[in-house]
Structures are given as structure tokens and as C-alpha cells.
């Protein structure tokens, strides 16, 4: 299963998120870390979802211990890559792959995760989500809420 731990973060990625997790603390805004590290098997799982049949997603879910998908949940992507910078165990470690170069977030709203891309926790009339992608960035991290398909929750280096 996927890792939340920092420590298991590139050490350019972790220096990173230290900086960010001071500046999210400083702003006020409330999060917990939901990835790091994760392995192949279980981005494959991932990917798997909203693409390929309930039956095949849970057979895949169930190599790496995830728990199984209803029908509705397997009807949205999750994932828009098999190259994920999450992944730890690439054969090439010579590029440090044996670290995670990403970390994924959730903006906490009375002690539980919200996915609310409007969620303001900190009340300060701006989009908390927006507001930790300006701080990634400002850090010099990658922010996912940049990409094509934004991925508000996403930061990379």
C-alpha cells in the first residue's frame, strides 16, 4: 500500500515539503499527507480504474492489498499515468527512483479530509487548494493544479 511518510520522499523532494509544511502551517490551512511512496503493482491497480472491467480492477487491487471497487466507484479515473513520480521501486535507482519524487495532500476540514476544491478552512476568502499550489510552488515544487487534467491534490519535483 502506498506510503505517507515524508521520510520516504527524494531528499530535494523532502527538503521541499519541509518548507511547504511550514508555509501551509503558517497560512493556517489544515492538511495530512495521502501519498508518497507508492509501488508499481498498485499504480498498474490505479490506472486500472474507470478503464478496464470491475473483475480485473479488483483482481489488481487484490495483488497489492487494496480493497475491492463497487461498480460506481470503478467508473472514475483516478490516475492519468502509469509513469508516476510516486513510484519507488523502478529498476534504474541509479537516479535516486528508489525515493519518491512526489507527495499527494487533503486539506482538512474539522479534522477530516475534504476533496472540496472550493474549501476555504482557513476563512480567508481564498480556495485553500489554490492557495497550497501557489505555496508548492513558491517552494519550488510542481503543482499538479497546473496540469492538463488538474490534479489539485498532487506536488512534484
Keep these: 500500500m502506498s506510503s505517507r511518510n515524508p521520510k520516504d520522499l527524494r531528499q530535494d523532494c523532502f527538503e ?8 501551509m ?19 498498474i491497480a490505479y490506472f486500472a480504474q474507470g478503464r478496464q472491467p470491475l ?5 489488481l487491487r487484490k495483488i497489492v492489498g487494496l480493497p475491492p471497487l463497487t461498480a460506481d466507484q470503478n467508473k472514475k479515473k483516478i490516475t492519468w499515468t502509469l509513469n508516476s513520480k510516486h513510484l519507488v521501486d523502478l529498476e534504474d535507482e541509479s537516479i535516486g527512483n528508489d525515493k519518491a519524487r512526489a507527495f499527494d495532500i487533503a486539506i482538512c476540514k474539522n479534522g477530516t479530509p475534504t476533496w ?15 492557495e497550497a499550489g501557489v ?3 513558491s517552494v519550488g515544487l510542481k503543482w499538479g493544479g497546473r496540469f492538463k487534467s488538474p490534479d489539485w491534490v498532487h506536488f512534484e519535483v
Design 116 to 130: 472540496d476544491v472550493k474549501a476555504d478552512v482557513n476563512k480567508n476568502n481564498k480556495k485553500d487548494y489554490m
Design 16 to 23: 521541499k515539503w519541509e518548507r511547504f509544511d511550514a508555509a
Design 25 to 43: 502551517k503558517k497560512a493556517g490551512i489544515p492538511y495530512i499527507l495521502t501519498c508518497t511512496a507508492r509501488l508499481v503493482k498498485e499504480q
Design 135 to 137: 505555496i508548492g510552488e
Design 55 to 59: 473483475s480485473e480492477v479488483n483482481r
